[in-house]
């Protein structure tokens, strides 16, 4: 078992920086694949970066790279997604997943642990 709890939204201007935390409990974390998504109003969730166990592989979407990091700490049990210039196209509830029986992937379908959300608006 798995429990996740996201931290570290809000409300920002455009151009401004947010870092969001993700704490894991659990023994399984430190093997397994973590990920962020987003849900935007009236939209479908989207993959926004995922990072291998290990933390040597990670993976953006195109519309956050080179924008966002994300990172991790297994001593900690934390995930990090550090979001720079952001948009108001970033607002939306995201989302930390776990994926426990894999070591990296970014489809959601394997994502078997999910936070609760935290809201991230994007507004002048």
């Known amino acids: 078992q798995v429990q996740l709890v996201e931290s570290g939204g809000g409300l920002v201007q455009p151009g401004d920086s947010l870092r969001l935390s993700c704490a894991a409990s659990?023994?399984?974390?430190?093997?397994?694949?973590m990920g962020w998504f987003r849900q935007a109003p009236g939209k479908e969730r989207e993959f926004v970066a995922g990072i291998s166990w290990k933390g040597g592989r990670t993976d953006y979407s195109d519309s956050v790279k080179g924008r966002f990091t994300i990172s991790r700490d297994n001593a900690k049990n934390t995930v990090y997604l550090q979001m720079n210039s952001l948009k108001p196209e970033d607002t939306a509830v995201y989302y930390c997943a776990a994926a426990t029986d894999w070591s990296y992937t970014n489809y959601d379908v394997h994502y078997n642990y999910w936070g609760q959300g935290t809201q991230v608006t994007v507004s002048s």
């Open positions: 659990g023994r399984t974390f430190s093997s397994s694949s």
